[in-house]
C-alpha cells in the first residue's frame, strides 16, 4: 500500500483542490433570489472535490508510467524517485491502476454534472469537458504523442486549474455564470501554471537530455525565471483585481497575509544557481496557493 499512497503523491493533492475551493466561495455570495439561480450547494462541493482528487492521482499516475516509458525518469532525474522507475509497481500494474482511476473519475463527474445541472444540453457540455479532462490528465507524459512534452502543459494546466477549475465550479453551483468570476480563474490558473513551472525549472538538464520539451527548456532557465515571476505576479494581481471591483469589505484581503511568502519564494527563483536547488520550491509555491485559495474563499464568505 505505501508504494500505492506514493504513487499517488498526496502533496499534489492540495493544489488540484484550490480551484474547487475558490469556486465554491464565489458560488456561496451568490443571492439565489437576486440572479434566480441556485446558489451554493454542499453535493456539488464534494462531488467537485472527489472529481478534482481523482482527476490529480490519475495524472499522477499517468505520469509516472509516461515518464518512465519515454525515459525521462532514470538516475539523473531529480526529485521523489518514481514507482515504475523503481520497480515497486509493474507497467502492467500501473496500467490497471490508471484505468481503474480514471473509470472513477469519471463516474465521479457524471454524478457532479447529473446532481448540478439535471439532464439537458449544458450536461453534455460539461460531460465534453470531464471527458477532455480526463484525456488531459492522461497524455500529459503518456502515450505516443504527449503534449507536455510539446511544451503544452501550461497551456492545460492553466485551463484546468484556473478557467475550468474556477469558472466551471462556479457554473455547476450556481447555474450562471458571471464575468468578474474570470479575475480569481485567472488567478488561480497562473499561479498553478507557477508550480509546473518550478517543477520543470527543476528538470529542465534532464528533460533537454530525454526529448521533453517543456516551455522552460524551450526559452531558457534565465527567461524561465522572468516567466515565473510573471505568473506569480499576475495570480497575485488577479486576486487584486476582484477584490477592487466587488468591494466587499476587508475581509476580501485576507489572501495578502500569503504575499511576502510569494516574494520570499521569488528571491529564492531568483537566488538559486542550481535547477537542482529549487525542489523546495515546489511545495512552497503549491503549498502556498492551496493556502491562498482557502483564505480567499474564507475572506469571500466573511464578506458576504
Same mark, same amino acid.
Request: glycine letters at 10%; hydrophobic letters at 55%; aromatic letters at 10%.
Given at each position: 500500500?505505501?508504494?500505492?499512497?506514493?504513487?499517488?503523491?498526496?502533496r499534489?493533492?492540495?493544489?488540484?483542490?484550490?480551484?474547487?475551493?475558490?469556486?465554491?466561495?464565489?458560488a456561496?455570495?451568490?443571492?439565489?433570489?437576486?440572479?434566480?439561480?441556485?446558489?451554493?450547494?454542499i453535493?456539488?462541493?464534494?462531488?467537485?472535490?472527489i472529481t478534482?482528487i481523482?482527476?490529480?492521482?490519475?495524472?499522477n499516475?499517468?505520469?509516472?508510467?509516461?515518464?518512465?516509458?519515454?525515459?525521462?525518469d532514470?538516475?539523473?532525474?531529480?526529485?521523489?524517485?518514481?514507482?515504475?522507475?523503481?520497480?515497486?509497481?509493474?507497467?502492467?500494474q @500501473?496500467?490497471? &491502476? !490508471?484505468?481503474?482511476c480514471?473509470?472513477?473519475?469519471?463516474?465521479s +463527474?457524471?454524478? *457532479?454534472?447529473? #446532481?448540478?445541472?439535471?439532464?439537458?444540453?449544458e450536461?453534455?457540455?460539461?460531460?465534453f469537458?470531464?471527458?477532455?479532462?480526463?484525456?488531459?490528465?492522461?497524455?500529459?507524459?503518456?502515450?505516443?504523442?504527449?503534449?507536455?512534452?510539446?511544451?503544452?502543459?501550461?497551456?492545460?494546466?492553466?485551463?484546468?486549474?484556473?478557467?475550468?477549475?474556477?469558472?466551471?465550479?462556479?457554473?455547476?453551483?450556481?447555474?450562471?455564470?458571471?464575468?468578474?468570476?474570470?479575475?480569481?480563474?485567472v488567478?488561480?490558473?497562473?499561479?498553478?501554471?507557477g508550480?509546473?513551472?518550478?517543477?520543470?525549472?527543476?528538470?529542465?538538464?534532464?528533460?533537454?537530455?530525454?526529448?521533453?520539451r517543456?516551455?522552460?527548456?524551450? @526559452?531558457?532557465? &534565465? !527567461?524561465?525565471?522572468?516567466?515565473?515571476?510573471?505568473?506569480v505576479? +499576475?495570480?497575485? *494581481?488577479?486576486? #487584486?483585481?476582484?477584490?477592487?471591483?466587488?468591494?466587499?469589505?476587508?475581509?476580501?484581503?485576507?489572501?495578502?497575509?500569503?504575499?511576502?511568502?510569494?516574494?520570499?519564494h521569488?528571491?529564492?527563483?531568483?537566488?538559486?544557481?542550481e535547477?537542482?536547488?529549487?525542489?523546495?520550491?515546489?511545495?512552497?509555491?503549491?503549498?502556498?496557493?492551496?493556502?491562498?485559495?482557502?483564505?480567499?474563499?474564507?475572506?469571500?464568505?466573511?464578506?458576504?
Amino acid at each position: 500500500m505505501k508504494q500505492w499512497l506514493q504513487a499517488f503523491r498526496l502533496r499534489t493533492l492540495p493544489l488540484a483542490v484550490s480551484s474547487i475551493i475558490v469556486g465554491s466561495a464565489l458560488a456561496a455570495i451568490v443571492d439565489p433570489f437576486v440572479m434566480d439561480h441556485p446558489g451554493f450547494r454542499i453535493s456539488v462541493l464534494v462531488l467537485a472535490l472527489i472529481t478534482a482528487i481523482l482527476l490529480q492521482i490519475l495524472s499522477n499516475l499517468a505520469n509516472d508510467l509516461g515518464d518512465h516509458l519515454h525515459g525521462t525518469d532514470n538516475v539523473d532525474r531529480v526529485g521523489p524517485q518514481r514507482s515504475v522507475q523503481s520497480g515497486a509497481i509493474t507497467s502492467a500494474q @500501473m496500467r490497471r &491502476a !490508471i484505468l481503474i482511476c480514471g473509470s472513477l473519475a469519471f463516474i465521479s +463527474g457524471c454524478a *457532479l454534472i447529473t #446532481v448540478a445541472l439535471g439532464i439537458t444540453l449544458e450536461t453534455l457540455f460539461f460531460l465534453f469537458l470531464g471527458i477532455a479532462a480526463i484525456v488531459a490528465a492522461v497524455k500529459y507524459t503518456f502515450g505516443s504523442t504527449p503534449y507536455g512534452y510539446a511544451g503544452l502543459g501550461d497551456i492545460s494546466v492553466f485551463l484546468f486549474f484556473g478557467i475550468v477549475g474556477v469558472g466551471g465550479t462556479f457554473y455547476l453551483h450556481t447555474t450562471a455564470f458571471a464575468w468578474p468570476v474570470l479575475f480569481p480563474a485567472v488567478a488561480m490558473g497562473l499561479l498553478s501554471t507557477g508550480v509546473l513551472n518550478v517543477n520543470n525549472m527543476r528538470d529542465i538538464v534532464n528533460d533537454a537530455a530525454s526529448g521533453k520539451r517543456t516551455v522552460v527548456v524551450r @526559452m531558457g532557465s &534565465a !527567461i524561465a525565471r522572468i516567466y515565473h515571476t510573471l505568473l506569480v505576479a +499576475g495570480g497575485i *494581481l488577479g486576486l #487584486v483585481g476582484f477584490a477592487l471591483l466587488a468591494d466587499l469589505g476587508w475581509s476580501m484581503w485576507l489572501f495578502m497575509l500569503v504575499v511576502p511568502g510569494f516574494i520570499v519564494h521569488l528571491k529564492r527563483i531568483w537566488t538559486t544557481p542550481e535547477p537542482r536547488g529549487l525542489d523546495p520550491q515546489l511545495k512552497v509555491l503549491a503549498m502556498g496557493t492551496f493556502v491562498t485559495a482557502v483564505l480567499f474563499g474564507l475572506g469571500v464568505i466573511l464578506a458576504k
